[in-house]
């Protein structure tokens, strides 16, 4: 493995760094929020599958930790666990609450928010992976190819319970229209690289910010134009973007629950 | 220098055979295609596994069992195990054999190829029939499909077909 390791120099490195953090951070929230989920989706089937995602988009964010740890910026799991909010590169989506309540008490979930967050996440996560697979970081190229093939389902998965509640009864539309809303609000950083925008751009680690966005719109405008809707306009300049450690309370709040859990049982394997 | 023993590699993959997958004990990691390299040098034994799922739980086990049972080989020194992710694994990895142990453990083997919408078939597990619907792509764990035949009204599982033309 180490042999075809080049000898990096520092602004290779800490280019690489960031976007890690984005990637590791955005997918570890992500599957948080999917896991509180469980017992709740709607029917069976739908609560065995989120499970699964979440599951797997752990794994993702495992790996991008450990490529960190191998590039010395300390333990994996401590990483994942125990950086405070303002160290946190993920983007605002992925932080926020499912809905009211807390999920151990009585929660008051939007199933509707929950599918058009994860359409729209994995759309974006579709897109950056595929860039990603051709990254002059060849370690993080090969982590991207596997996360491609289990992210093939994911994405199957959502396009088809986004598909259907879109095309469902009227309050199935305004609820889904609501969540939309919501979900694109917190848009502006999905694709941003924050104030490492230039570092990371420029050395082939993955496509630039418009290319991803250009790239993510012309997936998603053939289900839309089919529907005659617009497509979503991601917002430009985001009030707050996660990429610069700029977060909302969710995050706070996220994070108090994840190390509660987590100081629980030290040794549990996540 | 101590006295040269040499392992070989045939010897460690005689090892390797019995080592099963946890979760499906019928078929060894072999046989499943995880076992991307073995490396011998004197007595040291190093082995490339590659993961099937990035965040499978049972990686962890596969690991340690790997790393006791080559220990076990009375000529082999330090051994190692760790994982790679290139070559990635493609459900094209398992074998003949790996084919029949997930049959044998009422587990339809991965179909090779995907239909044009990305879609794909197997049939039943148990009685070999064409006439079955997808309950659930995700199954018991991040390999498995449910799927349920109407011919025998059985419900089966299936490994997901994983490639990386997806
Ligand atoms: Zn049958």
């Not at chain 1, 994942?80 to 309540?101: C, D, K, M």
Request: hydrophobic share 40%.
């Amino acid at each position: 493995m180490s042999s075809d390791e080049t000898v990096m120099d520092t602004g290779y490195t800490e280019a690489v760094t960031s976007l890690l953090y984005q990637l590791a951070d955005d997918d570890f929230m992500y599957s948080f929020r999917g896991s509180e989920w469980l017992g709740l989706a709607p029917h069976i089937e739908a609560d065995i599958a989120f499970s699964s995602i979440s599951q797997d988009s752990m794994g993702h964010a495992a790996m991008f930790y450990k490529l960190l740890e191998d590039l010395g910026a300390g333990n994996a799991d401590k990483l994942a666990h125990f950086r405070p909010a303002i160290e946190r590169r993920n983007s605002i989506l992925t932080e926020r609450v499912n809905g009211q309540g807390y999920y151990m008490e009585t929660p008051h979930y939007d199933w509707a928010y929950a599918v058009a967050r994860s359409y729209f996440y994995t759309q974006a996560k579709k897109v950056r992976i595929d860039s990603l697979c051709e990254s002059s970081f060849k370690p993080l190229a090969d982590v991207a190819v596997k996360v491609r093939m289990e992210l093939y389902y994911h994405k199957m998965h959502w396009d088809t319970w986004f598909k259907q509640l879109m095309s469902s009864t009227e309050v199935a539309k305004k609820k889904m229209a609501d969540a939309i809303k919501l979900v694109m609000n917190d848009f502006g950083d999905v694709f941003s690289y924050g104030d490492q925008k230039q570092q990371i751009e420029s050395h082939g680690l993955i496509g630039s910010e418009e290319d991803l966005k250009g790239r993510w719109r012309m997936n998603i405008e053939p289900f839309f134009v089919s529907l005659h809707l617009q497509v979503p306009e991601i917002p430009e300049g985001p009030v707050k973007n996660g990429r610069n450690g700029e977060h909302s309370g969710d995050l706070d709040e996220g994070l108090a629950t994840l190390s509660e859990v987590c100081s629980a049982d030290t040794a549990a394997v996540w | 220098m101590a006295a040269s023993v040499q392992v070989s590699a045939a010897r460690v993959y005689d090892v390797l055979y019995k080592v099963k997958d946890p979760e499906i004990d019928s078929v060894s990691i072999v046989d499943l295609g995880m076992v991307g390299e073995v490396i011998t040098d004197g007595n040291h034994v190093k082995i490339v596994l590659l993961p099937t799922f990035l965040g499978c739980p049972a990686l962890e086990i596969i690991k340690k069992n790997t790393l006791n049972a080559v220990k076990e080989l009375p000529e082999a020194g330090e051994v190692e195990v760790e994982f790679a992710y290139n070559p990635p694994w493609t459900s094209d990895r398992i074998t003949e054999e790996g084919h029949k142990g997930l049959r044998a453990f009422g587990i339809a083997p991965p179909p090779l190829y995907f239909k044009e919408d990305g879609s794909w078939h197997v049939d039943c597990a148990y009685c070999g029939s064409t006439y079955v619907t997808m309950e659930n792509i995700f199954g018991p764990t991040a390999c498995r499909s449910i799927l349920y035949c109407k011919s025998c009204k059985n419900v089966f599982e299936a490994m997901k077909p994983v490639s990386t033309l997806m």
